[in-house]
């Protein structure tokens, strides 16, 4: 809980505005209904793209209490074709390749590893994503040599990410379970 900007009380809310240091914190009670009007638009967007319970909506890390990052998340989400994924896989390379991870004792995750997500794609169905969002600059070598064991992932670097504050996106890809629609040029 963090202190609102309405009424100076530390209370469940959201954070609204664009930048980790520059958005405000509003309770639940002082939120605008414009901004409640946001909060719900962004849930119904969610419909499809993430799990809901009878609480609502999971938000990953971030997005759970940024509401830019619900909206930088979803148009990432929609860019891609994908749907959140789960897996007890810890690092979600066997889910990604087989679909399933039968071991559940898997190989400790790489530096690289941080506001980590796992994603399918809404055409398939099927693993298609380990997205990773570092607070630091990334080697692409570093990412091919682990996952030179699976022949089926690739991987991407740059910039992009959702979670905003720095980071740099780290994507691990089954090209064979993607969409058609936004596999990248060979």
């Known amino acids: 809980m963090y202190d609102c900007e309405g009424c100076g009380r530390s209370r469940q809310g959201l ?7 520059q958005a405000e914190w509003w309770c639940w009670r002082c939120q605008s209904t414009d901004q409640k009007e946001l909060i719900s638009s962004l849930d119904d967007h969610a419909r499809g793209v993430l799990n ?9 890390y971030g997005p759970n209490i940024y509401v830019q990052m619900r909206a930088d998340l979803l148009d990432w989400a929609d860019r891609h ?3 959140s994924g789960n897996t007890g896989c810890s690092s979600g390379l066997h ?16 530096g690289f590893y941080d506001h980590t997500t796992t994603w399918l794609s809404r055409t398939t169905g099927r693993p298609a994503l380990v ?4 607070y630091r600059q990334v080697d692409p070598a570093e ?14 670097v740059g ?25 990248p040029p060979r």
């Open 15 to 21: 954070f609204f505005g664009s930048g980790i240091g």
């Open 52 to 60: 809901r319970d009878a609480d609502g909506v999971h938000w990953p």
């Open 81 to 83: 074709d994908l749907k």
């Open 95 to 110: 889910w990604l390749d087989r679909g399933r991870c039968a071991k559940r004792e898997c190989q400790g995750r790489p």
């Open 131 to 134: 997205f990773n969002q570092p």
């Open 143 to 156: 990412v091919w040599d682990y996952i030179s064991e699976y022949p089926s992932l690739t991987a991407e």
């Open 159 to 183: 910039p992009e990410s959702w979670y905003g504050a720095g980071t740099s996106g780290v994507y691990i890809w089954n090209d064979g379970n993607r969409s058609v629609a936004v596999r």
